[in-house]
């Protein structure tokens, strides 16, 4: 499909005009969100201030590090059923999350988690599951200052784009700001190799999955075999590469949230065309938003029409992440 046609699907709004706009401007942008999160669930934005340099700054540091000795990234292995640290190639796919047999993703990836997780908040009950300590490799200051710079400002904006989506939803446009001030939103650093040899029947870049969070902010680079979503009729569309955009999308406690008037849609990243696979990698850069453990998600005053009930009961993020996680680990793929 051509990108005309992909962007009248999944539209570029320039948020520039709810950051900094009139009322009646952040109105509007308010408006586009409701109609293609309602429809779609993802978008591009752009004029969201963060320099793309900012971003090729994370690509490159990324790159040295999972192209460099396999020691350095087995010295910050994430352990089993953590996320903060180094996931291996071949070691999960995201298709087990939704019960789907596939081997496993042709990916490797590199999580960090919030920065400070040093008040007691952090440790109370449940809560440290939810907020390890960061993993980083020794000896490599630029990987983790440049890391550290884009999270903070991804959190920002993160935070920003829930308040357009409050404004969107016709509640305060502070209505989130207290449910995601101790989130445990988590940056994913990913590298999807070249492809020397042909993939394994079934098997992709990433399997067909939902988010699980509240929202993502992914910075995606421009190679061949990249991110695909269902459109309205259920059809895979390549999600358009726009310089310096960001493609945003809504997660599965978003959609509950908002007693599913909005939609957390399915999406993969396919394997490049066999001519090309072997040119270079492919390179993405993951946010995922996830509001404070102990925020409880229940249907937002207004999506739940008068007399009936919410379609979903309220539940505590970090229990519906744990939830989510246990189905993962009871469903992990083969071994390639
Ligand atoms: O790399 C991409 O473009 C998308 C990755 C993704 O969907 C995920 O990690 O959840
Ligand atoms: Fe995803």
Redesign the pocket.
Known sequence: METTKALEIIPAVDIDSFLNGTEAEKNDVARLVDKTNREVGFLLITGHGIPQEMIDDVFAVSRTFFEGPGETKQAVMAPAGEQQGYHGLGLSG?AAKEGNEAPPDLREYFMTGRLDVSAPYFHEGDASKYYRPNRFPDGMDAFRTKIEAYYTAVETLGQRLMQLFARALDVEETFFDDKIDRHFGILSSIYYPAQLEAPKPGQLR?GA???YGAL?I?APSNAPGGLEVKDLSGEWVSVPYMPGAFVI?IGDMMQRWTNQRWKSNS?RVVNPPEAVAHVGPRQSL?YFLHPNFDTEVSAIPGTVAKGADPLHPSILAGAYMSEKEDAIATARPKRA
Do not use: E, Q, Y
């Open positions: 995201l990433a999955h939902t988010d993502t992914l999308n999406h993951a």
